[in-house]
């Protein structure tokens, strides 16, 4: 529950375009950093600060694609601790949760997930943060905790994995009516034809009719 994969490519994709895009944006904050003599010392510092952490978080991606869940947590924390003004303290904490919860150390992921959730700058990461730690909270059966944290607003992107998710807590709790209303609204707010709404469409099934 706790990582679904529609949730984890539009992860994929916010890494994909630091991949692509870090070093433009981190040499535009270097340039703006030595024409505007004011505030040049403090830019340049947090250009060099998100340089590092780029290149921590590009070792964190090898690692992470190696499958060393030991790895991914330790230059996670590395991250999370020296360099939790960048962009990536985010990216780091999200992967750094995931291999904790592969690895069962589901403590370790909650904590790390609610860090992304506390001070997360991405709204964006934050969303996916709570999403997961639902998901864990949900497996645990701590269905209150699961719904308070589904209870924020996302983004318009992760409303539709929101009420899934939604769905499932009150599903659980013998919710049905509160269950098909978050999956109905799942449907609404998914794409069109896609194999996710096949899925929310089975869960829908599965609860039966209304009385």
Avoid: H
Avoid at 127 to 136: S, T
Avoid at 142 to 171: Q, W
């Amino acid at each position: 529950m706790a990582y679904d994969l529609e949730e984890q490519e539009q992860l994929d994709s916010i890494k994909d375009w630091w991949k692509e895009n870090g070093k433009l944006v981190i040499l535009g904050v270097v340039a703006c950093a030595l024409t505007i003599g004011a505030f040049q010392g403090w830019r340049y510092y947090t250009a060099q600060q998100a340089e590092r952490a780029a290149v921590l978080f590009s070792q964190l991606d090898q690692a992470e694609r190696t499958g060393d869940a030991k790895k991914v947590r330790d230059i996670g924390a590395q991250i999370i601790s020296k360099y939790d003004s960048t962009p990536y303290a985010g990216m780091a904490a999200l992967s750094a949760a995931k291999a904790s919860f592969l690895t069962g150390e589901l403590e370790e992921a909650k904590k790390t997930l609610q860090w992304a959730i506390d001070k997360s700058r991405e709204e964006e990461l934050r969303d996916v943060a709570r999403l997961r730690l639902a998901g864990i909270l949900l497996d645990e059966k701590k269905y209150d905790e699961s719904l308070k944290l589904l209870g924020a607003k996302p983004r318009d992107t992760y409303v539709a994995l929101y009420e899934d998710l939604k769905g499932d807590v009150l599903a659980a709790q013998g919710k049905a009516e509160g269950a098909r209303a978050a999956y109905r609204l799942a449907l609404q707010k998914s794409d069109q034809g896609g194999s996710y709404r096949q899925l929310i469409e089975l869960k829908l099934d599965a609860l039966g009719e209304a009385k």
